[in-house]
Each structure stands twice: as structure tokens, then as C-alpha cells.
């Protein structure tokens, strides 16, 4: 009995290590496989809704999903197994994306009403957020997120002050153009400021009196300007957090008292003035 | 008589308190209040103009405008009656802005006319000012609004020459497209340019002869060039207010001799030798 | 004789004075007075091409148009009395554009013809120019434009890669859409391509097949991601020149050898050990 | 015999010079008459797609194109005798290309299938990239190109999440708008949103109902703010490049110690107090 726990033990770990690490062969094949799936997945859900290609190749999406859907629950269930804490995984915001990436195929067989059914097998398209719990792309955009996280504050103002400008700009228009012009409702007219001031403009709806157009043209230049506050506030970030990153490659440590923030030509330590190690 | 004054003169006190103070609790709870009804009646305003709704709803919507508009009259009555000097108020931008929010539903007993009335029903919406004046958001943009207002001169400047751009290059337009492409005269050729310029697009106007869509390109290639102006503008002035106030933060004073630009970290004072005080 | 010639000197001195001097009150007046009249007239030109507002008003355009153009004959008549060399000015940039401003109304007399007179008429906008060697103005962007200058080099040659990328992708979009889609030409794509990856997207011309549709999305996300190229060309020159322009202005000068770029704590020129004035 | 084959070499030699070289005035010459003749060639490729001019100057179109072939042809062949090792360029990407350049018009003599043809003669459109080779334009954007190479890794880590952004917003606009919107399948509304993301807006297709505008403004809104992502990062690291080359312009050498950042006006080292070289 106990030669077989402990057999069952031995497969844990080894389950582990593929599954959770990424120094082995197999651990790295593993992720390769499962990033190649979940692309493989993205792609079965987008050409299911294109009409032509759905009728032609029916049979082969469904099976093709079939795999992908009993490989993603063995590896579901491998993941609850080998973990020492499964319901730490299976309550987590990964574990519960996985779970979710796993169920639309087998709920499509109970629910046949057609709307329902689109809505479910989209959930399928969570499972890209796997991805970002992949080895390969979870260390990557470190520094990018901090410079966004330290900025947010500032980020959030500036569209705090965007929502608040196309509130009064959409019902200034919504007065003065009017339902002819299809600016039929305030909310309508906010969509039409938010699609003019992000400078997108998709043409659906225009002014068409002289003094509509007018005041768009003030909302276009000021969109045209105030972009450059997001830019400026990023940018800004960006700058200071390499900067700070570059100057922290340079410190030079001192053995004595720890000071660690000596200019690069510094010989003697400044706080302690004992002599500065070369290869510190 | 005494004492029912000075029950009065308490009760201003107490309302001062929690008007105008973030300290109480009843402080915070008044403002949260506040703005949940000021967004409240944002929203109102705004669904009111949907007519699928407001044909729906219209009797909850008067309704919930008239609790609002008692409650936004009694914050303006206590407001004159717990403040010191209450002329300055009434005549600050606050005051008005406030006096304003809350004059449209008395209004519209009399104006019964639907064109005034959509305009003084709309007036309403100045009551997001109100949230400018709201302690939640008073302190938050300051940083931002400084480096505005410290580049304002130079985005101006370039405003100015955009503006200048656009009156020349839709003159070229209605010259060289004529009526037959919607270029129908000089200023709806100009707000053709602040269109394009902007990158904004939204193709109700488009040329249509060769020479027309060459300098179109043309004009698109220069707006997607000195968009990095403004860009340019704010972000020099943003990263240069940062490195200000970084560096500020960091000032130590030395009590003898005045230099106060020492690093975090030193100890002593590198112009006269002075030790520097820890907490200065 | 010689009185009378000294009283037309004397005449030629004020005259130069008020319109090339801004010291005086008369100077400053006229420099006003220049200006309102500028505007004026572009805000005419623009006028009569609103076909409404000209069958209603032409009368009173026509009578102020003439106003303006007497006004600038007499203003380039002493301008050319009142230099010493004459001949440069007329020959010089702006001296060309007071000519050209001036000779519409003149030349409206003998041309009837309604195309030539359109083109003719539009010459007046030129006046704008004007503004730029107006002494309100003149002065204004000097720091902008060293800026744009000293980037020019990079600019160039990052618009010159935008070209060449949206002729090879103009013409691949032409192989692929066909002229079902509106793709007709070459010089159609390209045209396209501008409006794409600039941004702007008119929607005149739209990709039907899902290859080009694909192609499309690319040229965008390309478009979107290097529009940072000459953004982070300006920004780094502005802030550099900022950054440059703030260390100038804290520079020290050294009575002895002249050296004037030691830091604001120095105490003795770094040159010639001289000590360093308090106050230079 | 020995001599003719010197006669030979100095026949290559001379033709390497002009060639390969810029120093001499036959070789700058023909590098400008090679210039004009790509210009030429992509014009002459870009006009025979316009129907109206191709059926008017067909001929003449046909003839500058032979001439133009037969000049590449000659450069082709001068190219590959001229220099040491004509495998090497033949080979590299810049030979590949001159041969590609000038096949199109013999092959168009064998291919007479309309769709081909056209597809065989844009490929002359590949000559642009011959330009890249130009002395006058390879040295150009030098530094250009290593700030975005060095900005490469964080540029391609926000594509990535532009997309899966996309994607994910995409097809919730498929379930939310449905096909009467025109939102026909999840490929389509992923264009959809990245017309829209990138603030482009063609405004082909445009959500209708009030949730699919709402979710669009917050695409819009969330476009127009990560737009700072891509300029944050190139402008930092054109900055930072800048920087460094400034700093290393001013560098000088100590050729007692070794160090070898003095500033530009030192005329001792500040570390071992020998006096620094003019010309180091």
C-alpha cells in the first residue's frame, strides 16, 4: 500500500515539474504544446463565426475542439493534482480562468438555444489569458507595467477631465445640432465627442450646421493637443524609472558601512571614508 | 434671546463642520453624498433625452429630479447660512455654478416652451463643476494642471500656426476641389482641413480629384508629423517638473552656511563642514 | 527748398517710427490697428465664399474689401517711403506678400472671368503671412521652431521611410483589393495608405477581401506604434534645448579668463583658479 | 594576351570606382543618375495603373520602362564583374534584389496572363529598396534605427497586448452587436477594433445599439490613452541615446590614468591631476 502512495507520489512530482516548472526538457515542451493549443483554440473560435468557412469545414472545427477541450481538462486536472495547495489553485484567478476555459464544450452539449450557445463557446476566448500566466510571457512586460502602475494616478485624472469635457461638449451639441443631424439623444452626443476627441471619427454621425461644425473643429484641435498629456505623463515615467534603473547599475557598494550610492569614480566612501573595493 | 442665538451660532458650526470639513465622519458621508447626486443627475439629465426612456420612465424621472433639486436647494441655503462671509460665496465660481444647479427645475414651471426648456433643463449639468469644488478631486490634478499652464505659451503658439495652416491649405481645397466635392465654401473647406489635420477622418467631406488627394496626403503626412509638438511641448515641461520636485524632496539645509542642496545621504556640509541637522 | 525737403525727412521719420517702431503709442497703435485689419479681411475672403451670407451681404463686402485694400496701399506706400533702402524691401519675402495682398481687389477690375477671379481673390489670404513679421507675433516662437529645426534631419528621413512604406504597401493593396473595391490605381492606394496609416481613415475608400482587411489591420497597428518616432524625435530635442537653456542660465562667469560654465557652487574657476564673484 | 587582360582590370577597376565608390566625380554622378532612375521607374509603374493616362501615353510608358531595364541590366552585370567576390553579392540581400528589379520586363514578354502581369511588374516597385543601398541615404537614419532597435523588445511586448486586447473586444462586440450591425463574424469585429483602437475610424462599420457604442467609447477612450505606451518608450530611449553620445562627444582622455570623462573645457585630470592632451 504504501510503495503504491508513494508510487503516486513520485508521479506528482514529476507531473509538477513539467507542468509548473520550466528547466527540463519536458516542462519547456510542455509549454510550447499548450501555447501552441491556446493559439490553436483562438483561431478554431474565430473562424467558426465566419459563415463560409463554419459550413465547409463544421465537422473538423468540432472535433479539432474536442481535442484541445479534453487537453486542456487533463491538464486541469494534472494541475489540482500535482499542487500541495489545490484549492489555493483552484480559487486563484489562473485556476479559475482554467476552469472557465475547460466548461464551454461540455455545457454546448446541455444548452441548444443559439444565442446562449455563442455567448458560452466565447468564454473559450478567456483561455488567452493563460498565456499571460505562461513562463514565456510573464516575466516579459515587467518594467512596462510599473512605469503604467506609476503613472496611474495621473492617468486617471487626465480621463476623469477627457469624460468630463465630452459629457458637457456632447450635450452642447446635442442643443445645438439637434435629432436631424442624428445627434438624437445626450448619450448619443457623447458617443459622437468621444469618437471626435480620441480622434477617431468614424463619420456615422457629423454636424451639419455651420456652428456644429464649428465647435467640432474646437473639440478636434483640442483632442489634437491634449493627447499630448497621457504621452507626456508615460513618457515622463518611462524616462525616470530607466534613468533610476541606470544609475542603480552604476552603484558602487561600500564593504564598511553599506552605502551603496557612490558616483562612479568615487575612491573613498563618503560616509564612512574607508576605501572603495575596485570590483564592488 | 441669548441662548437661542447661540443655539443657532451651534448649529451653524456643527453645519460648517460637515459642509465644508473632510474630518468627521459626517463630513465624508455629506460628501459622498454629494457626489452620487451629482452624478445621479448627470445621469438623469441624460436618459431623459433618450426617448425610448423617458416615454418609459418619465414620471420617476421628474420625480427623482425634483428629490434632487430640494436636496441641492438646502446644501445652497446651508451653505450661505454656515459660512462666514456669505456675499463672497454667492458671488465666487462656485457659488454661482452652485446657484445655477439648482435653478432649472423652478424654472421650468414657467418656461413651458420645449426649445428654452431643453436648454435650461441641460444647464444642469454644471453641476459637474461642482465636483471640481468636491475635496475627492480638488487636490488631485494640481501637478498636472501646473505643467499645462507652464507650456500653455508654446502650445499657443503652435495652435496659432495650425489655425494658420488650415485657413491656407482649406483655401488651396476649395480652389482646387470646387462644389462639386463638398468643399462648398472657404469655411467648410477650412473645418475639411482641421478634419484631416487632426487625424480625426470622418470622410462626409473627402476630395475627389487627383490634385485634391494630393495635397491631402500631404496634409495628413504633416499632421501625423507635428502632433509630436504639443507631445514634445508637455512632456519636456511634465519630466521637468518631476525632476524638480524629485530633487527638491531631497534638499538638506545647512543651518550655517545656507547651501541647502545636499544629497539624502550626506552628513556633513560639503561647502563649510558644517554637520547637517537629521531632521532639516 | 531745403525746409521743405527736411519737412518730408522729418515727415519720413515719423512715418518710419509708427510702422516700424513698437516704442511709441502711435507705433503700438498702428501694429493694432494692422492686425484687426488682417483678420478682417481672411474673416471676408472666408465670408464671400458662404454662398448664403455673399448673395445677402455682397454690397458690404465688396465696400469692405475695398476699405482693407486702400488701406494696405497707403500702408506699402510709406513703408517703401519711409525705409532708407527701399529696393530690399520690396524685394524682400514680405515685402512680396504686402504687393501680392494688395493687388486683388486691383486686378478684380479687369478680370471677369469667375474661375481666374475665385484664384485671384484667394490671393488675399497671403495677408496671413503678414501676422509673422508683425512684432506681436515675431517673436513668439523662436525656441518652437530651433527645436523643429534642429530635428528636421531626423524628421526627413523617418517621413521619407512613411513614403516609401506606403508606396510598396499602396501598391500591394492594389494587387490584392482590385479596383472592385475602389482600389482603382496605384497612386489611389497609395492615397489610401496615407489615410491609413496616418490615422485619419476617411472610410472613402475601405478594404473588402479579408486579406486585405488583415493587411489593413497591419498598416494600422504599424501606423499607431510610429507615430512615437517623431514624437520621441521632437520631445528629446525640446527637453535637450530646455535642459540646455536652464544650465545657461545658471552659468558663472569668470572676471579673470572669461570662462563662464562652472557650477553654481563653485567657489574658483576651474581654469585659472581665480576666485569667482559672488554675483556674476 | 597578358596585357589585353590588364586592360581588362583597369576596365574593373575604373568601373568600381564609379560604382562602389563617392569620392570621385564620375562616381558621384552616376549614383545621382541611379537615383533619379528608381524615382523615374516607380512613377512610370504608378502611372500605368491610372487608366486614363495608361491609355493615353501607353507606348511611351512601355518604351521609358525598357530603357530604364536595360540601364539596371547593364548596372547588374558592371555590379557583378567589377567586384572581388561576385557570389558574395550576388547572394546578399541588395544583389537579390537588383536582379529582381529587372526581370519583371523580360518576363513580362513570356507572361501574357493579365493577374500575373500585374503582379510580375509591381515587383519593379522592389527597386525602392535600392535606395536603401544609396550612399546618399544608407548613413542617413543611422541613429534612428538603433533607438528603435534598442526599444524593440518593449514595443513588441505592447503589440502583443494590443492584440489581445483586441481579440478579447472584438469578440465581445460579435456577441453584443450581432450581424445587422455588420459585425458578421470575430474576425471582422477584430478589425473592427483595431480600426478603432488605433484611431483610425474608417467608419465602414459602426456599432448601433447603446451597449456597443458604450463599450466602443471605452476602446476609444482606452486607444487614445495607451498611444502614450508606444511614444513613452521610443522618446526615452532617443533621449537616453542622446544623451550618451552627447556625453561621449565631450569625452576626454587621460593618458596618465585612464579616465576619460573630463569635461570638455579640462585641462587637468581631475583625478590624477596630469595635464590632459589637446587633441586626445
Not at 503604467?148 to 446635442?174: D, H, N
Not at 505623463?233 to 534613468?243: G, K, L, M, N, P
Amino acid at each position: 500500500m504504501k510503495s503504491k502512495k508513494s508510487q503516486f507520489e513520485i508521479f506528482r512530482q514529476k507531473t509538477h515539474i513539467i507542468i509548473y516548472g520550466t528547466n527540463t526538457f519536458a516542462g519547456r515542451l510542455f509549454d510550447l504544446i499548450l501555447l501552441g493549443l491556446i493559439f490553436l483554440s483562438v483561431l478554431l473560435v474565430m473562424l467558426e463565426t465566419v459563415a463560409g468557412f463554419d459550413i465547409k469545414y463544421h465537422d473538423q472545427l468540432i472535433f479539432l475542439e474536442w481535442v484541445i477541450t479534453i487537453f486542456f481538462s487533463i491538464e486541469y486536472i494534472l494541475r489540482i493534482i500535482s499542487i500541495n495547495k489545490p484549492f489555493r489553485y483552484i480559487l486563484s484567478f489562473y485556476g479559475i480562468i482554467d476552469l472557465i476555459a475547460i466548461l464551454p464544450m461540455y455545457l454546448s452539449l446541455f444548452f441548444l438555444d443559439t444565442h446562449m450557445f455563442v455567448i458560452i463557446r466565447a468564454l473559450r476566448l478567456l483561455r488567452l489569458f493563460k498565456i499571460m500566466n505562461h513562463p514565456h510571457f510573464s516575466g516579459q512586460s515587467q518594467q512596462l507595467r510599473k512605469s503604467l502602475i506609476a503613472s496611474r494616478g495621473k492617468i486617471v485624472a487626465f480621463m476623469y477631465f477627457v469624460l468630463i469635457s465630452c459629457i458637457l461638449i456632447g450635450s452642447l451639441m446635442y442643443v445645438v445640432e439637434g435629432e436631424e443631424s442624428g445627434f438624437t439623444s445626450i448619450p448619443i452626443s457623447i458617443y459622437w465627442c468621444i469618437v471626435t476627441l480620441t480622434t477617431v471619427g468614424f463619420g456615422d454621425i457629423t454636424p451639419i450646421t455651420p456652428l456644429g461644425q464649428f465647435i467640432a473643429s474646437l473639440v478636434m484641435i483640442m483632442g489634437y493637443g491634449i493627447i499630448a498629456v497621457p504621452t507626456g505623463i508615460v513618457t515622463a515615467e518611462i524616462a525616470r524609472s530607466e534613468y533610476k534603473r541606470g544609475r542603480e547599475s552604476k552603484r558602487h557598494h561600500c564593504m564598511n558601512c553599506g552605502k551603496d550610492d557612490h558616483s562612479e569614480e568615487s575612491k573613498f566612501c563618503y560616509n564612512c571614508g574607508d576605501e572603495l573595493d575596485e570590483h564592488s
